[in-house]
């Protein structure tokens, strides 16, 4: 089965805390991508890293990173010092071998001041 | 580069009526698109896949005579809601790409309302 699980449906942040969101997949595929978008109140999604399943490294950008385990089937997100803009939804995806994308069911940040 | 329109950005309509929503590629071909739908505080679930010139792709539940796609360009693709009905209601984004291989440049959405 093709899966991606948002455990965390909502999480509430003061200013300037460290936020993790979690994302766990499922998929029989050797060939995947991953990704994270953001979805801000006016409903645009906002592409934020794409992975491939052969690249572990973690990433950083700027207050962004992102942490990649295969074996546990994780691609965790961490907003470093989080402030209100990051306020938004944010979904993590799997794209298999070909187009299908199948997102995660999102999770709600709210970053409050 | 890569950026999807959507037209319009909302739009409300009574129940029964037909309304069409158009997916723009602006500054790449675009082979295929995407169209998806999103219920308010829910994933989104993709609806349909459409190659230039060739019927569309849909996905198991979505009903294919309710939900009219057309890529008649490399360019545009129209997403047609006939007799709409409240429960059409939703957030519906398109997003498209060179070849289904490829990656997906989503569109802002178009908010549906039918009253």
């Known amino acids: 089965a093709q899966k991606v699980t948002q455990a965390q449906t909502e999480i509430s942040v003061v200013e300037k805390e460290d936020v993790t969101l979690d994302c766990v997949y499922e998929t029989r595929d050797t060939t995947y991508y991953l990704f994270w978008y953001k979805q801000p109140p006016s409903g645009e999604l906002v592409f934020l890293i794409r992975?491939?399943?052969?690249?572990?490294q973690n990433e950083i950008s700027g207050r962004y990173s992102w942490n990649f385990q295969k074996s546990t089937s994780s691609f965790n997100f961490t907003i470093t010092a989080s402030q209100v803009v990051d306020s938004a939804v944010y979904f993590c995806?799997?794209?298999?071998?070909?187009?299908?994308?199948?997102f995660g069911t999102g999770t709600r940040l709210k970053v409050l001041a | 580069g890569a950026v999807v329109s959507q037209h319009p950005s909302w739009v409300i309509c009574k129940s029964g009526t037909s309304v069409k929503i158009e997916c723009r590629s602006l500054d790449f071909q675009a082979t295929t698109m995407f169209w998806y739908r999103q219920f308010p505080k829910q994933s989104l679930m993709l609806m349909a896949t459409?190659?230039?010139?060739?019927?569309?792709?849909?996905e198991q539940g979505v009903e294919k005579d309710k939900f009219l796609i057309n890529h008649a360009s490399l360019t545009l693709s129209t997403l047609t809601v006939t007799s709409a009905h409240p429960e059409d209601s939703s957030f519906y984004i398109c997003?498209?790409?060179?070849?289904?291989?490829?990656?997906?440049?989503f569109g802002p959405g178009t908010r549906l309302t039918v009253t």
């Open positions: 459409s190659n230039e010139g060739s019927k569309a792709t849909y």
């Open positions: 995806a799997l794209r298999r071998g070909t187009y299908k994308y199948i």
């Open positions: 997003s498209a790409s060179t070849g289904t291989q490829d990656e997906q440049y």
């Open positions: 992975r491939n399943s052969f690249d572990e």
